[in-house]
């Protein structure tokens, strides 16, 4: 099949969770011989990478104009550059889903979780979330969620049907420690958090936590986030030399502090299935998640919950256990990605839903 992807930063990835998405999704499926084309905002050396085919787009670079201006100049370019079949990412995008449909190319949209949500979108921004929820109960062929309880939401609130198809990740540990290394941060020997720093993220409230609790070990915080940087200052207000905050990170980097970290924290409430948890777990990392009903259903028997409230204790609960304690949860947490939230399994998933609408 011809399958183009749309409502990315593009690739490769260096921002969040869809583009990571996009990243190990698209490449999957030029290995089984599909041709893939991904969109995106971020110009890349090279017209293809890893195989797939790369269309740099303009945008207006605004807090709440990027995603949708983008979404739309790349639907424009689509319907001039025919495929067999589109995958959306994005409820805010759902609007521009009827169009190529319209010309007779099938379109099937990943809506995410519960955007409007966010504590970073004022009311207009929010009121366009609303209304895209119910735009995508009708505009693409087929509708997509990554977690049950957005999959229950939209049965519940909308009569609408959608294909659960969850995220996915890698398992086993990098031997490699270069970036780590350079933060001098000790394997095995630092809390991690990651994630954008946005407020419903909760990298503050995981920084004053971290504050509260008695330990030589430290904690690497994560992240960066374009339009946030009131938050960021916030976030990075402490005196506190165990904490260590880089920025963002990606790429093999990224995958080091996962395979070494002592524990992740995961402090995230808004959204479906996110990748950053589920990495962690891949990478066998002993896991600390904010209870969420998402966020328990990724993390299962194999993560431990905590409350706003009370994760300075569940911190130390997790210092204070004995190693073969620790190592149990870890291997918990590999096993459960392996079962369940295998990329291959996740591409199957898709390949079969885009071939389904495609007529393929």
């Known amino acids: 099949m011809k399958i183009a992807l749309l409502g990315t930063r593009g690739i490769p990835a ?14 999957r499926l030029v290995q089984r011989g ?3 084309t991904v969109y995106g905002r971020e110009r890349h050396s090279e017209p293809t990478f890893l195989g797939v085919r790369l269309v740099y787009l303009p945008t207006i670079r605004h807090k709440y104009l990027d995603t949708i201006v983008h979404t739309c100049i790349s639907t424009l370019h689509l319907l001039f550059h025919r495929q067999d079949v589109a995958l ?64 229950a939401y939209y049965t519940e609130r909308y009569g609408k049907q959608t294909s659960l198809i969850p995220y996915g990740a890698e398992t086993g540990k990098l031997s490699t ?44 915080l994560i992240g960066d986030a374009p339009y946030a940087g009131e938050y960021i200052a916030r ?16 790429g093999q980097g990224y995958h080091e502090l996962g395979s070494h970290c002592f524990a992740y924290i995961h402090a995230t409430e808004v959204g479906g299935t996110h990748p950053a948890l589920i ?23 194999a993560g431990i919950p905590f409350e706003h409230e009370n994760l300075p204790q569940v911190m130390q609960r997790v210092l204070d256990m004995p190693e073969a304690e620790r190592d ?24 079969d839903l885009l071939r389904r609408i495609a007529g393929k």
């Open 328 to 351: 149990a949860w870890r291997a918990r947490a590999t096993e459960r990605v392996a079962q369940h939230y295998s990329w291959d399994a996740v591409t199957s998933q898709y390949e």
């Open 235 to 250: 976030v990075r207000d402490t005196r506190d030399p165990r904490i260590v905050m880089p920025g963002a990170i990606y």
């Open 34 to 36: 599909h041709t893939v």
């Open 177 to 220: 420690s270069v970036t780590t290394d350079s933060l001098a941060l000790e394997r095995g020997n630092y809390f991690l958090y990651v994630s954008r720093m946005e407020p419903e993220n909760n990298g503050l409230l995981v920084r004053e936590a971290f504050e509260k609790v008695q330990t030589e070990r430290k904690l690497a």
């Open 14 to 27: 260096c921002y969040g969770g869809f583009e990571t998405f996009a990243e190990e999704l698209s490449k």
């Open 88 to 151: 959306y990412c994005n409820a805010a995008n759902a609007i521009f889903t009827f169009l190529p449909r319209w010309t007779g190319v099938p379109v099937a949209l990943n809506v995410d979780g519960l955007e409007r949500n966010r504590k970073k979108w004022n009311r207009l921004a929010k009121t366009w979330y609303l209304v895209s929820e119910w735009l995508a109960t009708f505009c693409p062929t087929a509708v997509i969620s990554d977690a049950a309880a957005i999959k």
């Open 279 to 301: 990495e962690a777990m891949g990478r066998g990392a002993l896991v600390l998640y904010l209870n969420t009903v998402e966020n328990a259903e990724v993390a299962g028997d």
